[in-house]
């Protein structure tokens, strides 16, 4: 019996099945190396995105590559970035697009769109449904997404993603993605923004700097030897330039010497009504007109009146007005004649007497009126005696309690410190201590304050009258 060769069966069912999850295992091994490639690229566009962010200091740059970096991020062939202004309007040259069939129709359309020339459009909700509205209509049939770009609670603009080719394939990942992109651009935004105050400020800053500098220089820097008198003066403007004014101004400049010394002299406090860099520069304008009218020779009143006339005009368009309290001194004689345009009035300790007083004369502000009369008046000072010029910053300066350090505040401390004995300095020192412990330690004064003391020195003597032969 012959035997027969064995029957060659097909494959067994045992081993197609051992090779069946082979290969379903090498087609999840590519799909998890397909989302590993495809996550690790998206990481990098936001790592790239975040360091334009830290980088770029120009926001056009970067604000390109946001409609770049989002379409990419969730596959999709169309983006677009709508930014909004500090104000709320369309940032029309900010607006960025991937360049597309219908890219140069939507940017010309928002750019012409009439309620985002409004302040306030980012604000108005129904206007930014509007606008999305808007993009769809000029998208026609694209499907499309569209987030809020926001900074610190405020709206800065709208990202949208589009596929032209129809729907969008979504996820709740995607939607992320934007989200998180349109987040950094609210956040570049921002920094712009603040960047450019910041940059405005300095730049205003400087011009303060270089008002004050200007203003300092106006003001006397020391006080001039007059013969018979002790001078101190200051001025703390509540801003870094102010509107108050003060002077001594010799009425014949081309003495020298000795021969100034004993010559007459102008003394001036002033103060514009406002404060910072208009009133400052109005009264550098009153200054140099008031050094022009001293040079005339004429008495205070007709001082007053003639730089009332000159200065109406300028301070009229300003809207501002300018008190000023005028005076002259001649040394020899030791008479001060006066003239007030509504300023506050000096205050006078009278040594012999002790007792303090006011010199007033009647007469309107600098630049209310055309033709405004001013009064005269003139006194004696006799050795010992204290003139205080002041501005109502002194005044007026509120305290700890909210009491103002007024004008009997002032005259006690300027008794106490007449009757210290000490000379102008040491009157003017405490004077302003007092008012700096009034107001608090660290608190900034409201107005500009500014106080000239003059004393007449105690030795002075008339000068004695040259014998007749016999």
Known sequence: MSSKPPRRHPASPARSASQQPLTATASLRQLLDSLVREQRSNQELLVSLGF???????????????PVVAARLVGVEGALLVPFQGDGRLWADQIQMLPGVRS???LQTLSQHEPGRSAGFGSDDALVLALDRLVQGQLGSSGLFATSVVARGRQRGRL?????????VWSDVHRRQVQLVADLT??????????????RHERVDRQLSIGAEIQAQLLPDHCPVIEGVELAARCRPAFQVGGDYYDFIPMRPELIGRRRERGRWALVMGDVMGKGVPAGLLMTMLRGMLRAEVLSGLPPDRILHDLNQLALEDLSQSHRFVTLFYSDFDPRSRRLRFANAAHNPPLIWRAQQRTISRLDAPGLLIGLQPEADYGTGSVVLEPGDVLLYYTDGVTEAPGITGDR???ARLIRSLESACRS??????????????????VGADRQLED???????????????????RSPA
């Open 421 to 438: 004995g000490t000379g102008s300095q040491g009157i003017l020192d405490q004077l302003f201590d007092r008012l700096d412990r009034f």
């Open 160 to 168: 949208y993603v589009f596929e032209p080719k129809g729907s969008l």
């Open 405 to 407: 350090f007024d004008e």
């Open 104 to 106: 140069e129709s939507l």
């Open 186 to 199: 609210g956040v570049a935004i921002e920094n712009d923004q603040m960047l450019q105050e910041a940059r």
């Open 448 to 466: 500009d304050a500014s106080m000239v003391v003059l004393k007449v020195r105690e030795e002075v003597m008339l000068p004695s009258v040259p």
């Open 52 to 66: 334009a962010l830290r980088s770029f200091t120009n926001l056009n740059r970067f604000l390109e590559l946001v």
